[in-house]
């Protein structure tokens, strides 16, 4: 039996691969450019073969090693590393979560835990998790969502969606009806409502200085009142916990890929 092949790309559909396309390229090759800038590295070709290496060396999202690479100051004219290591201690604490610690040993793996819990407390059966890279929202974790949906969204970089709104008010967001809220333009609204969502929260990631490093978003299959008092703290403690986990791997993981890939590249590779 011969399977039929999938139905041709919409025009509007291609816009959006290429708009995906063209973003996540962006990030890697500022990566790339100030790489060939700063070491013996003759190309961009080499310098992505590196950052490559590297995020497979470390399981270090190879998108994420590039956007901390392209946001920090250059490292210091003959520096043994890029960042001076710091003592960062043990993971803080995802109690909040209400999971098994045993289970939590990775960042895919602390995303769905987050992702999974706010679920549970809003009881939505529909949600995502971005986080926050080169001044954008970029999808990392979503379940029930179709693929218009995950692929419209793989990028939020302007302020027409509730999970703008709460990045940038750093605040927690409820859009009771989808359908007549006016925080969306229409083309997102058009996204929302296709993949059968009629109501939205978003719940920001913050660092405990106040930085949005991430968003949980739930999806609600009918319009919703307003969440308890209690919904809302429990809410805002996942925020902050997974906030503070995530500047943590951030101060480990991440800066411990750069200083090697650091390594390796005044070295010649």
């Known amino acids: 039996?011969?399977?039929?092949?999938?139905?041709?790309?919409?025009?509007?559909?291609?816009?959006?691969?290429?708009?995906?396309?063209?973003?996540?390229?962006?990030?890697?090759?500022?990566?790339?450019?100030?790489?060939?800038?700063?070491?013996?590295?003759?190309?961009?070709?080499?310098?992505?073969?590196?950052?490559?290496?590297?995020?497979?060396?470390?399981?270090?999202?190879?998108?994420?090693?590039?956007?901390?690479?392209?946001?920090?100051?250059?490292?210091?004219?003959?520096?043994?590393?890029?960042?001076?290591?710091?003592?960062?201690?043990?993971?803080?604490?995802?109690?909040?979560?209400?999971?098994d610690p045993g289970r939590l040993t990775g960042h895919g793996a602390v995303l769905k835990a987050a992702l999974r819990h706010t679920l549970h407390v809003t009881g939505a059966r529909m949600g995502n998790v971005q986080l926050a890279e080169n001044g954008m929202l970029r999808l990392e974790q979503h379940t029930g969502l179709n693929r218009t949906f995950t692929d419209y969204f793989t990028f939020v970089d302007d302020s027409t969606t509730a999970c703008a709104q709460a990045a940038g008010e750093r605040r927690q967001v409820t859009v009771k009806d989808v359908a007549a809220s006016d925080i969306f333009d229409e083309p997102s609204r058009e996204a929302i409502l296709q993949a059968g969502s009629r109501a939205c929260h978003s719940v920001p990631l913050v660092s405990p200085g106040g930085r949005v490093l991430g968003m949980i978003s739930t999806h609600h299959e009918e319009p919703v009142g307003d969440f308890g008092v209690a919904q809302l703290a429990a809410l805002r403690h996942v925020g902050a916990q997974v906030g503070r986990w995530l500047l943590w791997h951030r101060n480990t993981a991440v800066l411990g890929a750069l200083n090697d890939l650091h390594t390796s590249a005044t070295r010649g590779g």
């Open 1 to 99: 039996m011969t399977e039929n092949p999938p139905a041709p790309r919409e025009p509007a559909d291609r816009a959006v691969d290429e708009r995906n396309r063209r973003l996540a390229r962006a990030g890697v090759a500022r990566a790339e450019k100030l790489l060939v800038r700063r070491y013996p590295i003759r190309s961009q070709q080499e310098a992505f073969d590196l950052l490559r290496r590297t995020s497979q060396k470390f399981n270090v999202k190879l998108h994420t090693l590039a956007d901390v690479a392209a946001r920090l100051p250059a490292p210091q004219a003959g520096a043994p590393s890029w960042v001076p290591s710091r003592p960062q201690g043990a993971a803080p604490s995802l109690s909040a979560l209400h999971a």
